[in-house]
């Protein structure tokens, strides 16, 4: 079946522009995870949803990220007046639900670059 | 979750077996030890969890001290397609503290070699 998806795969930027990165989970699970990961680093967490709602969102940097899954499938991050050290590539996960006994299945992620 | 440390890198000769160890001196007895590891330009992937007894499935070997201070991963007959980091986490399953988010460090570069 099919895994988790995001698009686009590789996105460049400039500096101060918006920029929206998506995430499709498997069909049917509830609960979906953003991380971000830099060169070298092992993935960070940013937010995670059960359903609709952000059920934890203590991960986001600042207030220029900010994540919606307004009918609790798709979720779209978003970066406000992007910054060079963003760069980074943005992944997605999604699990049957919420809970650490449940296998978190991750996309193949988002590369952003500004420049 | 438990701070775990790893090896930055290793090198396992094709066919051999990769031996990866971890070392979480600070587990709790309710924190399982979980591996994931990830492929060059693949998100992570789970391989096996375990708490204090060896766990084997169709991926690897799970090798715990009985201190529960280190694991081992045991990758029984390695392929180039094993070439990827590995990691090592600690998690409480059945706390409800709330945090469900992995933790990762930085992992174990594995290079298998022909």
């Known amino acids: 079946g099919a895994g988790v998806s995001q698009t686009p795969s590789n996105k460049v930027t400039e500096k101060g522009k918006y920029v929206e990165l998506r995430c499709d989970p498997i069909?049917?699970?509830?609960?979906l995870y953003w991380y971000r990961q830099s060169l070298g680093q092992g993935p960070e967490f940013l937010i995670y949803f059960q359903g609709t709602g952000a059920a934890d969102d203590s991960g986001l940097p600042n207030d220029r990220f900010f994540a919606v899954r307004p009918e609790g499938s798709v979720s779209t991050l978003k970066i406000q007046r992007t910054e060079r050290g963003d760069s980074a590539v943005y992944l997605c996960?999604?699990?049957?639900?919420?809970?650490?006994?449940?296998?978190?299945?991750f996309g193949p992620g988002t590369r952003l670059t500004v420049l | 979750d438990a701070k775990t440390t790893q090896p930055t890198s290793m090198d396992c000769a094709e066919g051999r077996a990769a031996n990866l160890p971890c070392n979480h001196s600070t587990i709790s007895g309710n924190e399982y030890v979980y591996w994931y590891r990830q492929i060059h330009s693949q998100g992570p992937q789970y391989i096996i969890h375990?708490?204090?007894n060896n766990e084997t499935n169709e991926m690897a070997s799970l090798i715990i001290t009985e201190d529960r201070k280190s694991s081992t991963l045991i990758l029984p007959h390695a392929t180039l397609r094993d070439t990827a980091v590995y990691y090592c986490i600690g998690r409480e399953l059945y706390s409800g503290a709330g945090s469900y988010q992995l933790t990762f460090g930085k992992g174990t570069k594995l290079s298998v070699i022909p």
């Open positions: 996960a999604s699990s049957l639900q919420l809970g650490p006994i449940y296998e978190q299945f």
């Open positions: 069909s049917g699970h509830t609960a």
């Open positions: 375990g708490l204090k």
